[in-house]
């Protein structure tokens, strides 16, 4: 039984920094493609950064360089650090995983088991 738990969302303001957590469950974060994404309210989910199980990572353009998506082998668990957030990220956070089959680590496609979702609001 896989089981994605977020935590870490908050309110907080621009330009402040926080740090998101999933921890795992029945599935190893260093053998699986492992990914945040989002959905903002009236907006479709989209991806913001995924590491796979070589390490390779893909950022969304509107993250790069403020996010960074990493992951503790030992504890099982997958970050996303929120540095300098905007009020446009604001959005409910998911954590997913699962094995690559598309050549873009961003597509959806690539993830089978998805979390509950951690709220994080950006003023």
């Known amino acids: 039984h896989v089981q994605l738990v977020e935590s870490g969302g908050a309110s907080l303001q621009s330009g402040g920094s926080l740090r998101l957590s999933c921890e795992a469950s029945g599935r190893s974060v260093n053998d699986n493609c492992m990914g945040w994404f989002r959905r903002a309210p009236g907006k479709a989910r989209e991806a913001v950064a995924v590491?796979?199980?070589?390490?390779?990572?893909e950022y969304a353009a509107s993250v790069k360089g403020r996010f960074t998506i990493s992951k503790d082998n030992a504890k099982n668990t997958l970050y996303l650090q929120m540095n300098n957030p905007t009020p446009e990220d604001t959005a409910m956070y998911y954590c997913?995983?699962?094995?690559?089959?598309?050549?873009?680590?961003?597509?959806?496609?690539?993830?089978?088991?998805w979390g509950q979702g951690t709220q994080v609001t950006v003023s």
């Open positions: 997913a995983t699962g094995i690559r089959v598309r050549a873009s680590l961003l597509h959806e496609a690539n993830f089978d088991y």
């Open positions: 590491i796979e199980r070589d390490g390779s990572i």
